[in-house]
């Protein structure tokens, strides 16, 4: 898989400099032609040994093909010099809400423009984000279809603050341009529920179960965020302690927490195991954790996680062996094929490269021998993969987050370890509050574990 996944990285990198679409279809088309001349030429025994390792290239020309064509098609709708002076209104779906001090702010898939002449052009690709006015509250739902006043304007770094990668950053996310309005000037056409407004109705529902829970505000908070994706509940002091601690991924849902909600399904499902049915105990896991993947939003680091985990199943179930390297490459390529701007995502990249770096450093750094010790060697397992993971990503952290805690592979070593343990026990105390049992010692436990998470980490930023 490491051709396919190379040759589609290429691709996108090639139509986000202008290559056009139809290049990608020449190269499938050059592809397929090769194809025909080896299939021709393999009939010949010693020829065929000899050109077999020319089958690689139309498989790089048909996925370098796939990721022009899916990266030029993904390309952010653009305007002749950002100017919209010939339209009037803009109509399009909500796809998210933020509500922030400053005012609330809308992503809006436009998909269609009216012209001060009556005319209407169809639009593709074409997300803006519209702020309300700081005064007022935006009224309006996920998935609302609305018209509003097209007064866009190109996202531009703002001269008055220290963050000069916003409008490059909004960029990769294929989001060009924003526009303000009064709520009283975003019109309510319509409503029609889509896949991820659904996920987002569903996370707002389990949200309210957890806000009504007897824990601690604070707690809520911090489960909220690393359970459900939802980072709007946590503290920006927070943020900012886990970030100078070195555990800013901790905040992040990402396939760490996938793994830990994956053992907590195996656990319940256990009991199949007892009459022989540990191929649906896998199988019920994974499509679990695919329910949780859409949840939480879809985020590439839980989709990675789930793509890998099916990959596992599938192999057990065909009583294969499993190559990780490979179903990492398969994720990449499955994530890419409908996200291409998906590449330019920091959780992406760092999720791959971490674990990239498990796969090929993990195992061969733990001096135990796993046969003769198998707990000593998962005991090492766990501090290696905490410094492997911190060590590979740890450009990234710096160039993304402009900084480089010294304190980090201390904080990870201790705290890692134990978080599989605290959000067990925190899921087991959220399950039973929504079954209206509320046992005392689950929650003074889970608000006395964040507490002491919050003060480690504090200490550990100082």
Known sequence: ?????AAIVAGILLSTIGVPWWTGGCLIVAGCLLLLLLTYLS???ILSMRINPLHYVWVGLWFAGLGIICGAFSRPFKVTNDDFSAYHLAEGSITDITNGTSGDRATVAVNRLRGRDGSITEC???????RVNPDLSLSKDIDDRVVFPANFQRINDSPNSFDTGYASRMEKKGILYCTQADDVDIIRTGHSTSFMGLSRNIRDRIETVVEKSPLKLET???LISILLGDRSYLDPDIRSRFADAGVAHVLALSGMHVGIIGGILLFIFFPLNFFGLYKWRLLLGTLMLFGYAFLSGMAPSTVR?????ACMMTAVWLERKNSSWNSLLLAAIIILLFSPMALYDVGFQLSFICVAGLIFFATALNPIDRHEHHRLYNIAALLIATIVATGVSWTLTAYYFGRLPIAFIPTNILIL???PAYISIAVIALCLSAA???ITALTLITDGGYELLTKFVALMSR
């Open 220 to 222: 809520r908070k911090f």
């Open 305 to 309: 996680a789930c793509v890998m985990a």
């Open 124 to 130: 593709s690709n074409f997300t803006v984000l519209l």
């Open 436 to 438: 209206g049992i509320h």
């Open 417 to 419: 370890p134990l978080l």
């Open 43 to 45: 009939r010949k025994p």
């Open 1 to 5: 898989m490491t051709i396919p996944a």
